[in-house]
């Protein structure tokens, strides 16, 4: 079993190699299981799905729907819309190493699959318990070209809706955001990216 993850954080490495180059025109924007644009180490549960539709200030949207297949495989397609433009891809997580309380969880995915140029990516994280903070770092090829990190850490309230604040740095440049629960699955998410550009949308998850 070890031998096989061995060969899988090696075909994600060369794969990596293949997509790294100049960035893309897409990435993972605000899904379930990722951060704003970088992914986690995290997959979704067989037989759950995440429905995402954002949009930016520039009128360029993403919508994206992801599902947990089988135990640690998610699979998900992204189509972004610009312009009366429609640009499809494909996109997969598998999660090597599941994180438990003292142990980082890895997991590797490609993002772009069915563009001019995929993004490949190998990331791991854990989440520090007392202070309810999740850290993840990776390295990845294409839009995700060299090193990504994040964290993110969750506000829950009585009085309000628990809202998760994000800062993250996706190999370009750093992206603010913030995902705020208004219903059992339903969030609603507001962000900027490179720290200059305004997107919001909402993601339901069953």
């Known amino acids: 079993m070890k031998g096989k993850k061995y060969l899988f954080v090696l075909m994600a ?15 993972g924007v605000f899904s379930a299981t990722d951060l704003i644009s970088v992914p986690t180490n995290r997959t979704l549960a067989p037989g759950k799905y995440s429905l995402g539709v954002h949009v930016d200030e520039h009128s360029r949207a993403k919508v994206q729907i992801d599902l947990g297949v089988v135990d640690n495989f998610e699979f998900g397609v992204a189509v972004d819309l610009y312009r009366h433009t429609n640009d499809p ?56 070209g060299g090193l990504f990190f994040g964290v993110s850490k969750v506000f829950p309230t009585t009085q309000f809706p628990s809202v998760t604040l994000t800062g993250e740095y996706d190999a370009y440049g750093f992206n603010l955001g913030a995902k705020i629960l208004m219903n059992k699955g339903l969030h609603l998410n507001v962000g900027v990216h490179d720290l200059e550009t305004f997107m919001f949308g909402l993601t339901i998850t069953n």
């Not at 490495?13 to 990435?27: E, R, V």
């Not at 999660?95 to 001019?116: M, N, S, V, W, Y």
């Not at 999740?134 to 995700?144: D, K």
């Open 13 to 27: 490495i060369i794969l990596i190699g293949l997509g790294s180059g100049p960035p893309a025109t897409a990435k």
């Open 89 to 144: 891809s494909v996109r997969f997580k598998y999660r090597l190493i599941p994180e438990t309380g003292d142990r980082f969880g890895l997991a590797l995915g490609i993002q772009d699959i069915g563009k001019d140029q995929f993004s490949p990516y190998l990331v791991l994280g854990h989440r520090l318990a007392p202070y309810d903070l999740r850290w993840n770092a990776g390295i990845g090829g294409g839009e995700l």
